[in-house]
């Protein structure tokens, strides 16, 4: 059975940073492009940052662009996502997931259908 179990998210004040972590289990992922989405409350889930297979490519939502890193260990089995310089607007809870398809090495992939697990999501709030 595959799971996605993220840590690392609470409360913090703008400014500060936290660590995302997500690991998997059930099968190996290191093939497969992964991602980190979140959501706020009356908002659409959307993409914050992907990174491919190799950790060679990423991508990042422009409003994290310079703030968040994503990165992976394979050996792992794990993603995870450094958050700096939070502000409130990153309130949210956040997700991490797993491409439906190996397509090459390539992060470019930001519709939510495109990934196939998600894991059950971790609280991120940043008090002003």
């Known amino acids: 059975q595959v799971q996605l179990v993220e840590s690392g998210g609470g409360l913090v004040q703008a400014g500060g940073s936290l660590r995302l972590s997500c690991a998997a289990s059930?099968?190996?992922?290191?093939?497969?492009?992964m991602g980190w989405f979140r959501q706020a409350p009356g908002k659409e889930r959307e993409v914050v940052a992907a990174?491919?297979?190799?950790?060679?490519?990423?991508l990042y939502a422009d409003s994290v662009k310079g703030r968040f890193t994503i990165s992976r260990d394979n050996a792992k089995n794990t993603v995870y996502l450094q958050m700096n310089s939070l502000n409130t607007e990153d309130t949210a809870v956040y997700y991490c997931?797993?491409?439906?398809?190996?397509?090459?090495?390539?992060?470019?992939?930001?519709?939510?259908?495109?990934?196939?697990?998600w894991g059950q999501g971790t609280q991120v709030t940043v008090s002003s």
């Open positions: 997931t797993v491409r439906r398809s190996r397509s090459g090495d390539s992060a470019d992939v930001v519709n939510p259908a495109e990934y196939e697990y």
């Open positions: 059930g099968r190996s992922f290191s093939a497969y492009g």
């Open positions: 990174i491919s297979w190799s950790g060679g490519n990423t």
